[in-house]
């Protein structure tokens, strides 16, 4: 069993920040690639950061604005959001793939607005 915990989420004015943070524990073997993804009410989950073999793929609507970042002594990856817009609102899902599987996040909300 692989679990992972997220943490940060929260409401934020327009032009504001917010990390995220999750911890993967359990029989997680092998990490090859982690992430985040989110969803939008009415819309579908769509890739935000990936970080796989040292290289971060964003999103083109996050690049400049968002930051992923992971600790392999802690199983964590964290995503520093700045700059944030309401287009941004959405439940965040933390990602991890290794070498039996996908394994997923319970998701945070994010929400921005004035």
């Known amino acids: 069993q692989v679990q992972l915990v997220e943490s940060g989420g929260g409401l934020v004015q327009p032009g504001g920040s917010l990390r995220l943070s999750c911890a993967a524990s359990?029989?997680?073997?092998?990490?090859?690639?982690m992430g985040w993804y989110r969803q939008a009410p009415g819309k579908q989950r769509e890739l935000v950061a990936r970080?796989?073999?040292?290289?971060?793929n964003y999103a083109d609507s996050v690049k400049g604005r968002f930051s992923a970042s992971r600790d392999n002594a802690k199983n964590t990856v964290y995503l520093q959001m700045n700059s944030l817009k309401p287009e941004d609102t959405a439940v965040y899902y933390c990602?991890?793939?290794?070498?039996?599987?996908?394994?997923w996040g319970q998701g945070t909300q994010v929400t921005v607005s004035s």
């Open positions: 970080i796989t073999s040292g290289r971060v």
């Open positions: 359990g029989s997680i073997f092998s990490i090859n690639a």
């Open positions: 990602h991890v793939a290794d070498y039996y599987g996908n394994y």
